[in-house]
């Protein structure tokens, strides 16, 4: 678990120094996920920080860059963040799922990739009655 703690440790510190675009839902979500983040329904759900989901997420980064490479061959687009938001009812239903991105313009081909990589999360595996946002970064090396 040290190790767990120590890379992401790493990890926010490479973020924070970087000069890549940093994620800002307001900017990167899409209106859909927006307004559903902001519905007063759903203002009793918690915004999600489970370690285990965490890990979970982070395992999909590699089939993510593929999907990732894969764009940035067909359109050019090299450095963007994209905006993941699921929401998981109190039933343990998935009530909410969209990935998407304002940054820039993804095609159907990077949407399903992408889908189906995150979209094998068993969310409700972790909990309850939340909501997750999740952001991917993509940036050349």
Same mark, same amino acid.
């Given at each position: &678990?040290?190790?767990? @703690? ?5 990890? =926010?510190?490479? *973020?924070?120094?970087?000069?890549? #675009?940093?994620? /800002? ?6 209106? $859909? ?6 519905? #007063?329904?759903?203002?009793? %759900?918690?915004?999600?920080?489970? #370690?285990?989901?965490? %890990? ?7 089939? &993510? ?10 359109? !050019? ?7 993941? $938001? $699921? !929401?998981?009812? @109190? =039933? !343990? ?6 990935? +998407? +991105?304002?940054? $820039?313009?993804?095609?159907?081909? =990077?949407? /399903?990739?992408? &889908?189906?990589?995150? *979209?094998?999360?068993? @969310?409700?595996?972790? *909990? ?14």
């Amino acid at each position: &678990m040290t190790k767990f @703690y120590f890379i992401v440790l790493a990890l =926010f510190l490479v *973020g924070c120094a970087s000069e890549r #675009p940093k994620f /800002k839902k307001e900017k990167t979500c899409s209106h $859909v996920s927006l307004k559903y983040l902001k519905n #007063p329904r759903n203002q009793f %759900m918690q915004i999600i920080n489970s #370690p285990d989901l965490n %890990m979970k997420l982070a395992s999909t980064q590699k089939s &993510m860059q593929l999907c990732y490479e894969d764009f940035k061959n067909r359109t !050019g687009q090299d450095e963007f963040n994209t905006c993941m $938001v $699921v !929401g998981v009812d @109190y =039933f !343990g239903n998935l009530d909410f799922y969209e990935f +998407s +991105s304002k940054e $820039v313009k993804l095609d159907q081909t =990077f949407m /399903k990739c992408a &889908m189906a990589v995150t *979209g094998q999360v068993q @969310y409700a595996d972790y *909990g309850r009655n939340y909501i997750l946002v999740q952001s991917y970064q993509f940036y050349k090396d």
